[in-house]
């Protein structure tokens, strides 16, 4: 008998003898009311401990410990092996007498328990082909199935884990979900789950040591002393005439948690070497481990350095060289460029930066594995034509330094040439930006400065749609959108507000909303037009950002003036960049939690349709699925068309100033306006008309039925306190 079973034995002996007098000292009453039979329910999923075999008779060793109880005692047993649930059920109605299981606080309000006889100790159990979780908190955001009314359940429970507990039905059920995959995990007991697993032939494995060790013993109804006395007298009979032991060892090889070790099976023979032997042995052993030990780390230390120097050398060749080319990166680039300027000051040199513009459809269609071999075959044409110094910066820009003698055009020309590997055929489209050091301009630029000057050419080139640029100084950015940029950086939108022009209800005469507008208030260039760094802030990819607090600055006025409600919608405009951004729908979803979503319209320019509009029907999908309005801004200036705009789900279109301002004197423009204001009726449409700065205008759109308009001839854009007062004026216009 191994430590843990003297140790059971011994408490449960000294527990339970201390209540066999009391038994014996009620023999009297004992006699005049025997107890002839007990009822013991039990788990039909719970091998080793009790089972059903697949004829239904019970099984295991509480099964036969309680049936050697009863021969013990002389008194007949019913053994019931139910669902766990139904089996708890039982006890408590009165069905059964008596119940094998883990004691808790919480079991304690309606069983009184027996002293304890056995302990186990559960485990998780995850997907022999998944993730294997090893304690409880790898499984934080996971799915955990448990049998109900089980130990752990309640342990759960009472310990609220970071995770979605599944009930199952049994304990079988519980490893059943991880099996179906239904479950990320189960937690039950070790020896029962293990053994359930291989009778069922379910893909499932213990993942962690085993925790929460626990007695285990028999439970009765609260207050159902005489079954309970009668349990704990022949436990302790059982303990001393060795009756439990019998029953044990019967079952032991399958109660252990752990499987047999060597040294058990060493222990099984008998320990027949003597100390010296073994002294002996082990000396003779640790000598050859350390030699084996020492010669494996020799030649592991040689590996190391060896691969050490190759890793060094690789580092060394990487620090100067493009990975997919191999030819010079740009540090690499400005280092040779600056020696050669030191070795020849009297040189000109000629910068050049080609940039593949068209290198991501050609990923788009061919795959990334054409495109480095399409770069590979780049940057060897470039090294052949007698270019210097060639080098890759990535993203298919390169640069190479020419002969001053070379014109523009010539050195175009060595470069734009089709490309042919893998039987392709490339023409890839190149811009160039190309700066020359003038023998009449000192002192010399260094290499950086010449580098940058090339990359202004070739941005603007490409910006101009020109196949080259040389460099100029009219082409450096404006200094004031710089200042602005530089300040955007620095402080943000600190300096930014919110202005709202108002949108009338051509019907009704009523103001039914307002599109909020953006302004910066700089502090030394004053009031910035939107025109001038709004293209700025796309450019620099800095305009979802402000995007972002446009929305958060409005929802919070209409939250914080309590405009939702009264009919009144608030517009706010929203670039293609914003609306194809991967966070931007989550961050709507967030923003619009504790208002109704009908009081505001997102305004999108009907250009930016056509730039990726798998993406655009997406986000328009999820946030008009919110209950977000969307509107097409500055219709009629963009390439789109209505029959196009009946793929999204837009409610409104905005027609653009352009085509508004003049249709009481511009026939070509009434009959636009009229015609889009029809068709987007055909399809469900409303239309606000921008620009509108007369009322003749006004009367004309009426006629013509334009939900709404907006323009100087209601109101140029106001502060929020003033657009307040016309949110909730009935005045008609």
Known sequence: MDIRRLYCAGILSFLILTNFGNAHADTGQERENPITKLTFAGSKFYPPLQWLTSDNRPQGFITDLEQYLAEQGGFAIQQNLLPWNEALDSVLNGKADAIALIPSEERSKVFDFSAPFH?????????????????LEQLSGRTVSVAAGSFAAQKLHEESPPFEIINARDELHCLQLVHDRTADACIEADVTSRRLASLFDLDVVRSSAAFWPQSYAFAVKKGNQDVLDLINAHLALAQVN????????????????????????????GWLVTLISVLALLGFLWS?????????????????????????????????????????????FTDSLDQQLQRDPNSHPVVVVVRITNIDSITSVFGYTVVNALLQEFSERLKKDGFQHAAHFGGGVFAVVAHSKLSNEEIVALAQQPLEFNSLDFEPLLTFGIHRSRPDTAPHDNAHEMLRKALTAVSKAQQTQEVFIEYDVTIEPNADDLRLLKDFHRDGMKDFFLVYQPKLDVKTGLIKGAEALLRWQHPKLGLVSPAK??????????????????IHETISMIRRRGVCGKGIVVSINVSTRDLTDLGFVQFVEKEIKNIDPKCIQFEITETGFIDDSDRALYALTKITEMGIGCSVDDFGTGNSSLSYLSKFPVGEIKLDRSFVFDITKNARHLTIVSSTIELAHTLGLSVTAEGVEDKDTVELLRELKCETIQGYVISRPIAEDEILEMFFAKSEH
């Open 533 to 550: 760094f709004i293209p700025l802030l796309e450019e620099s990819g800095m305009i979802t950002e402000v995007t972002q607090w446009v």
């Open 288 to 332: 050859y481990a350390l030699k084996k030990q020492v010669a494996r780390k020799t030649a592991q230390i040689k590996n190391e350095l060896n691969e050490r120097i190759c890793l060094q050398e690789r580092l060394k060749y990487l620090s100067r060289h493009d990975v997919i080319t191999g030819i010079y990166n740009r540090p690499a």
């Open 119 to 135: 302990y186990v100790a559960h485990g998780i159990f995850s997907h022999r082909s998944g993730v294997q979780y090893g304690n």
């Open 242 to 269: 060795g009756g439990f032991s019998k029953v044990y060892n019967h079952w032991a090889e399958h109660l252990e948690s752990q499987d047999r070790t060597f040294t058990d099976n060493l222990k099984a023979l």
